[in-house]
């Protein structure tokens, strides 16, 4: 478990939110058309996951093209350059190729300048925490000069089978970003960050094939291992046992407790798990913020894209304290408290 972040004291240092962008993309997928395949409805779908569409990228549209998006959205709502970013971190299982990362896709497409340091992480559906925990902590160590853009962004429509109503129906594809930098106050910005794996269970959640250990041949393709599987049950289980003690923990480390809490904006995993950690945690649909209905499971990029959301929506306030919660495939949970 790695935690970061200002205990006691406020330091000199804070990194905050500048800008918020996102961008789903234009084909919106019905429930009964990705549940026909399946075997399923939108009633059966809606009633076990509160999901009434979700949007996937065209056929030529990839990862990099819904981050770039996303990227300049958040860019032009910090009113910052491209050119003086130090800093892109790209979060993603859906790469556009094994090689090179995706974010220097973004980089070159975005235009940033060439000293602009870019790389991926791969943290599944808590990857934009492990990016933003990242991007934050290198902020910081240089005195919190310089920008990073932060980018969840996901195209899982790809890696579906669309004949397992476990998956096909949960997902969707989109990207969510920030820009960090200096913060407004010093009592503003990113107080905190917790990242933990649970790799005993990294099972739950996982595409077998494609990778060193099963290489894509004829044979595993005939077999679906390339395709995203996931234990339904484990993972609602995992949810349940290990994030609402963890956000407590987390929150009571600064004397905080889910009440302090203006906005909680998690991963938008299923709706049905979302209303049971909402009411587990007390924090209501007033202050839990999501996408779902719309939108779907979009992965990585499922965090960003609420925080979007909940951004121009105006109801975000300065001063107020703004929850991050990640968690999916490794096992992982990622937090992040904010002062807005």
Same mark, same amino acid.
């Given at each position: 478990?790695?935690?970061?972040? @200002?205990?006691?004291?406020?330091?000199?240092?804070?990194?905050?939110?500048?800008?918020?962008?996102?961008?789903?993309?234009?084909?919106?997928?019905?429930?009964?058309?990705?549940?026909?395949?399946?075997?399923?409805?939108?009633?059966? @779908?809606?009633?076990?996951?509160?999901?009434?569409?979700?949007?996937?990228?065209?056929?030529?549209?990839?990862?990099?093209?819904?981050?770039?998006?996303?990227?300049?959205?958040?860019?032009?709502?910090?009113?910052?350059?491209?050119?003086?970013?130090?800093?892109?971190?790209?979060?993603?299982?859906?790469?556009?190729?094994?090689?090179?990362?995706?974010?220097?896709?973004?980089?070159?497409? $975005?235009?940033?300048?060439?000293?602009?340091?870019?790389?991926?992480?791969?943290?599944?559906c808590t990857g934009?925490?492990?990016?933003?925990?990242?991007?934050?902590?290198?902020?910081?160590?240089?005195?919190?000069?310089g920008y990073a853009?932060?980018?969840g962004a996901d195209?899982?429509?790809?890696?579906?089978?669309?004949?397992?109503?476990? /998956?096909?129906?949960?997902?969707?594809?989109?990207?969510?970003?920030?820009?960090?930098?200096?913060?407004?106050?010093?009592?503003?910005?990113?107080?905190?960050?917790?990242?933990?794996?649970?790799?005993?269970?990294?099972?739950?959640?996982?595409?077998?094939?494609?990778?060193?250990?099963?290489?894509?041949?004829?044979?595993?393709?005939?077999?679906?291992?390339?395709?995203?599987?996931?234990?339904?049950?484990?993972?609602?289980?995992?949810?349940?046992?290990?994030?609402?003690?963890?956000?407590?923990?987390?929150?009571?480390?600064?004397?905080?407790?889910?009440?302090?809490?203006?906005?909680?904006?998690?991963?938008?995993?299923?709706?049905?798990? $979302?209303?049971?950690?909402?009411?587990?945690?007390?924090?209501?649909?007033?202050?839990?913020? /999501?996408?779902?209905?719309?939108?779907?499971?979009?992965?990585?990029?499922?965090?960003?894209?609420? $925080?979007?959301?909940?951004?121009?929506?105006?109801?975000?306030?300065?001063?107020?304290?703004?929850?991050?919660?990640?968690?999916?495939?490794?096992?992982?949970?990622?937090?992040?408290?904010?002062?807005?």
């Amino acid at each position: 478990m790695i935690t970061t972040g @200002i205990h006691g004291a406020q330091n000199a240092v804070s990194v905050g939110v500048l800008g918020t962008g996102s961008y789903v993309p234009s084909h919106v997928v019905s429930n009964d058309e990705v549940g026909a395949p399946a075997g399923v409805d939108h009633d059966w @779908i809606f009633g076990k996951t509160g999901i009434r569409n979700r949007r996937w990228a065209k056929p030529d549209e990839a990862t990099s093209d819904l981050a770039v998006i996303a990227g300049r959205a958040a860019l032009e709502n910090a009113g910052i350059r491209a050119a003086q970013l130090s800093l892109i971190v790209v979060a993603t299982s859906t790469p556009d190729q094994p090689q090179p990362p995706t974010a220097a896709v973004v980089a070159a497409e $975005l235009r940033a300048d060439h000293g602009t340091a870019a790389f991926d992480v791969n943290g599944v559906c808590t990857g934009f925490l492990f990016a933003l925990t990242t991007a934050q902590s290198m902020l910081a160590a240089t005195a919190g000069e310089g920008y990073a853009l932060v980018i969840g962004a996901d195209v899982y429509s790809r890696i579906l089978n669309p004949e397992d109503r476990r /998956t096909t129906i949960l997902f969707g594809d989109g990207a969510g970003a920030v820009v960090l930098g200096p913060a407004a106050g010093g009592d503003r910005g990113v107080l905190a960050n917790r990242l933990a794996s649970y790799a005993a269970d990294r099972h739950l959640i996982e595409v077998p094939g494609g990778g060193s250990r099963i290489p894509t041949t004829a044979e595993t393709l005939a077999e679906g291992l390339q395709y995203f599987t996931m234990n339904g049950r484990g993972v609602r289980d995992f949810v349940a046992e290990n994030v609402p003690p963890a956000i407590r923990e987390f929150l009571a480390e600064r004397d905080l407790t889910p009440a302090d809490l203006a906005h909680f904006v998690p991963h938008q995993a299923n709706g049905r798990m $979302l209303e049971n950690l909402s009411a587990e945690l007390g924090v209501g649909a007033g202050r839990t913020w /999501t996408t779902y209905e719309e939108y779907g499971n979009t992965g990585s990029a499922s965090v960003p894209i609420t $925080l979007d959301r909940a951004a121009r929506s105006g109801r975000l306030t300065a001063g107020d304290l703004v929850l991050l919660a990640g968690f999916g495939g490794g096992m992982a949970l990622g937090l992040s408290l904010i002062r807005w």
